[in-house]
């Protein structure tokens, strides 16, 4: 690693003011490293590690993505893989449904709804401790514990042969999946850079549409299976042995931080940690804050944030739920329902890359969010005023694909989200917020669908109809605000007597811009001094809202 500054070199200052006003930039073999302090209780990590190196740290561009190279080599593979997992466990229970446990199981009136739903009641009670957990253990080792309980449970619904089997199965199910999701937003936010973050998130989280694709494929291959065992056991034991074994995996190989990565060299740790610094973020203390919890539920942003996703999860737990369902009403059998599930998960990814490169484009989350709810607006049009003859089949088919656009919209709210929300314990109560959101919508949504209605669902379609109509109105009030709380923040470095308006560097991209010689994690002057102290958004004068 280069330490001379030149023409391309991006400099990247280290978080203690005094020992960089008494020390100049020196390279590593003109100095031997301090002893290292003893840690600051609630100082981010970052900051510590940043003092114990005991110099400026310079990286040229080269370096830092090279070091962007290797986190996505070790960290999405790994992200990408247990969503794709956790994923197609908790879809197997449709697939399921296709193939006779319905019959088989004796389920009757709406209980095959609450098998839906039950997952989701157990994410929602969950996600304080969660939050907790997230912010006191090793993220990679709390995490690949999580991983092998869900895996070990959805081999036990195996032998579940009634109504009460399958609730509690399902139950512990989404207990131990209600890591899943808020420790990968968390990951993100501590890996990347907040111009990074949105197609990651949406990296992972389109492995929703891989599901559909791949898993119906197997759900396919694995119903063609002559066995003393009914289809859908064999569906769960395949499943949930893999999610087993795959948890060595994760225990093995997925780092807590980019400090403990022992993929990175000393150096690479260095570069790792100071090219967030201007995310104002940092990347964990380890210190539960009640400060920061206050804050959380003082903070407009979090009722924004929660509404908006109760309102996407609504749909998206019902379709996802009846979705194959809702195709054998067009008049298909089971083995031809499942396959034509495959395109829905071929538009969702398609939706999900879309939204997050489009918004990566005009730097904005709000009109991309709109965007993607005119699609899905139109097919429930379409599946609620077309008939059900052999005829419409044709049509009926577009309709439910186009509403497979609404993916896209739940990363880019994790998104927008995490972008706004800065301070340790304030992000992960702020995440465990927006997912109990979710689980609120995902269990009321498949509630809104009965077997006993089909083939037209007309409550369902209507109630999702009405709800993306509402979501569009909501997220123009988001960007208000968030235009409201940039104006505040101006106001208060104004009156600090710093620039009143500075560039958000950390969502810029230098090398598409043609300033390669520009610092990625310089700013004005005195801006990313706090970035590694675990302060919030609305302590830091600093932060940058996005909208």
């Not at 005829?391 to 990363?411: C, K, V």
Request: aromatic share 10%; charged share 15%.
């Amino acid at each position: 690693m280069s330490v001379s500054k030149d023409q391309d070199a991006i400099a990247l200052e280290t978080t203690d003011a005094a020992l960089t006003a008494a020390k100049p930039a020196t390279t590593h073999d003109e100095i031997a490293p301090a002893p290292p302090p003893p840690p600051v209780q609630g100082r981010d990590k970052a900051a510590q590690f940043l003092k114990e190196a005991g110099h400026t740290v310079v990286v040229t561009p080269a370096d830092n993505r090279r070091v962007l190279r290797k986190i996505d080599l070790r960290i999405l593979p790994l992200i990408l893989f247990v969503y794709c997992l956790q994923s197609l466990d908790k879809t197997t229970l449709s697939y399921a449904s296709v193939f006779g446990l319905i019959e088989d199981t004796n389920l009757v009136k709406d209980e095959f709804s609450w098998l839906g739903s039950i997952v989701y009641v157990a994410q929602l009670v969950f996600q304080p401790l969660v939050a907790y957990l997230l912010v006191r253990f090793p993220i990679g080792k709390f995490i690949s514990t999580m991983v092998l309980c869900w895996g070990a449970i959805l081999c036990c619904m195996a032998a579940a042969h009634n109504f009460t089997g399958l609730m509690v199965t399902r139950l512990l199910l989404g207990a131990f999946e209600a890591s899943v999701a808020p420790t990968f937003v968390a990951v993100v936010q501590m890996w990347y850079r907040r111009r990074e973050q949105t197609k990651r998130n949406a990296a992972w989280y389109a492995m929703l549409g891989v599901v559909n694709i791949l898993g119906s494929l197997l759900t396919w291959g694995l119903g063609h299976i002559q066995s003393s065992l009914h289809p859908y056991q064999i569906i769960f034991l395949f499943c949930g042995a893999i999610t087993v074994a795959f948890s060595i995996v994760m225990y093995l190989f997925m780092p807590d931080s980019p400090v403990e990565a022992k993929f990175l060299t000393r150096d690479e740790k260095l570069i790792a940690i100071e090219r967030l610094r201007m995310n104002q973020m940092g990347i964990g203390s380890g210190v539960w804050k009640w400060s920061h919890v206050r804050e959380v539920f003082l903070d407009p942003k979090t009722y924004l944030w929660f509404s908006l996703i109760t309102i996407i999860a609504i749909p998206s737990g019902g379709i996802s739920t009846f979705g194959p369902l809702i195709i054998s009403g067009f008049g298909f059998s089971s083995f031809t329902t499942i396959l034509f599930n495959i395109p829905f998960g071929a538009v969702q990814m398609i939706s999900t890359f879309g939204g997050a490169w489009l918004s990566d484009k005009i730097r904005m989350k709000g009109p991309v969010l709109m965007l993607l709810c005119l699609p899905p607006i139109a097919g429930l049009v379409i599946l609620k005023v077309m008939g059900r003859e052999p005829s419409d089949q044709a049509a009926l088919l577009a309709g439910y694909y186009i509403i497979s656009f609404y993916p896209g919209i739940s990363p880019l709210i994790y998104s927008w989200s995490a972008q706004n929300t800065a301070g340790d314990t304030k992000r992960k109560v702020n995440t465990a917020i927006i997912f109990i959101g979710q689980s609120v919508g995902n269990i009321i949504g498949p509630l809104l669908f009965r077997p006993s209605e089909r083939p037209r669902y007309a409550r369902g379609v209507t109630a999702n109809l009405a709800l993306f109509v509402a979501l569009i109105a909501l997220v123009a009030l988001g960007m208000l605000l968030i235009r409201y709380l940039n104006m505040r923040q101006a106001a208060r470095r104004k009156a600090l007597g710093k620039p009143e308006r500075i560039n958000d560097l950390s969502m810029e991209d230098k090398k598409a811009e043609g300033n390669d010689d520009d610092a990625l994690n310089q700013g004005d002057e005195g801006v990313g001094a706090r970035a590694f102290e675990d302060v919030t958004d609305m302590e830091n004068e600093d932060f940058i809202y996005v909208y």
